[in-house]
C-alpha cells in the first residue's frame, strides 16, 4: 500500500535451481506489479547455461524500467572517492 510500500530483493536469480524451469523466470511478475511494489533483481550476465539477464531485460524493456549496473573493476578507486565524499580517508 501506499502507506506501506513494499522492496523485494532477488539476488542471483541466474543461480536459481532449474528442474522447476527457475531460470526461465515465467514465474517472476514483472509487468503486473502493484504500484507500491518494487523489485530488484540481480543476475550474472548471461551464459551459455542460463540467460537470466537476457530475459529480464527483454521482459523490462516494454516497462522502461531495467537499469544495467556494470561490473566493479575499480574497486579501491571506488571505495576512495566514497570515504572522500563522507571526509574520511584510509590510513597505513
Do not use: N, Y
Request: glycine share 6%; charged share 30%; net charge neutral.
Amino acid at each position: 500500500s501506499k502507506e506501506v510500500p513494499l522492496t523485494l530483493v532477488l539476488d542471483s536469480v541466474d543461480q536459481l535451481d532449474d528442474s522447476d524451469a527457475g531460470r526461465q523466470l515465467d514465474w517472476l511478475p514483472v509487468a503486473q506489479l502493484p504500484e507500491h511494489v518494487k523489485l530488484i533483481v540481480s543476475s550474472l550476465p548471461d551464459h551459455p547455461e542460463f540467460r537470466c539477464l537476457g530475459k529480464l531485460r527483454a521482459a523490462l524493456r516494454k516497462t522502461g524500467q531495467f537499469v544495467g549496473v556494470l561490473p566493479l573493476t575499480e574497486h579501491e578507486r571506488m571505495l576512495e572517492h566514497l570515504l572522500r565524499r563522507k571526509g574520511r580517508k584510509i590510513s597505513e
